[in-house]
């Protein structure tokens, strides 16, 4: 299936069209006020909050800004751009460990969903996070048997929130 088309969506699409599909300059500029915007979690989407994580080429703290998904009770982040997505790697080198902000600044563990269980975590991120519509090549309305073909593309994570004392703890809260 090819990506939802119309303009706003080939417009996106463009935003994110540097190097490995990467965002460009004004893009990342945009990514930077959100970010900031999300983490102080008023007069943004409910959904809204700013990923932050160590580089893993530069062991500096990168933010992004990232739709919360909610499914049965748990959180997820997806990433809407795919394997090559930079945070993606640098989640991925640090073990998981990573922060959220919305409000105030959380400590959590990201682990990544096995493939086979990402469908209905991407069926509910593109319900909730419209900017990502133009990126992923399935509609919004689309059976979860529709996602199951794209689920390896789209590394979806588990967020659990880690515990004062440096355990993780349920997500749920």
Avoid: K
């Amino acid at each position: 299936m090819r990506p939802v088309t119309g303009r706003p969506g080939a417009i996106r699409r463009r935003l994110y069209a540097g190097p490995d599909g990467r965002p460009t300059a004004l893009m990342r500029l945009v990514n930077r006020v959100d970010a900031r915007l999300y983490a102080g979690g008023r007069l943004v989407p409910a959904q809204a909050a700013t990923l932050e994580v160590v580089g893993r080429r530069s062991g500096r703290a990168v933010r992004v800004p990232v739709a919360v998904v909610d499914l049965a009770g748990e959180r997820y982040l997806v990433a809407m751009l795919g394997e090559r997505t930079n945070w993606v790697r640098n989640v991925r080198a640090a073990g998981g460990r990573a922060a959220l902000h919305r409000r105030v600044r959380r400590e959590v563990v990201l682990e990544e969903v096995p493939v086979e269980r990402r469908a209905p975590v991407l069926q509910r991120y593109l319900a909730v996070a419209p900017g990502a519509r133009a990126h992923i090549p399935v509609h919004r309305r689309a059976p979860v048997a529709e996602f199951e073909r794209i689920a390896d593309r789209y590394p979806v994570f588990r967020v659990r929130f880690r515990e004062p004392s440096g355990s993780a703890g349920d997500c749920s809260r």
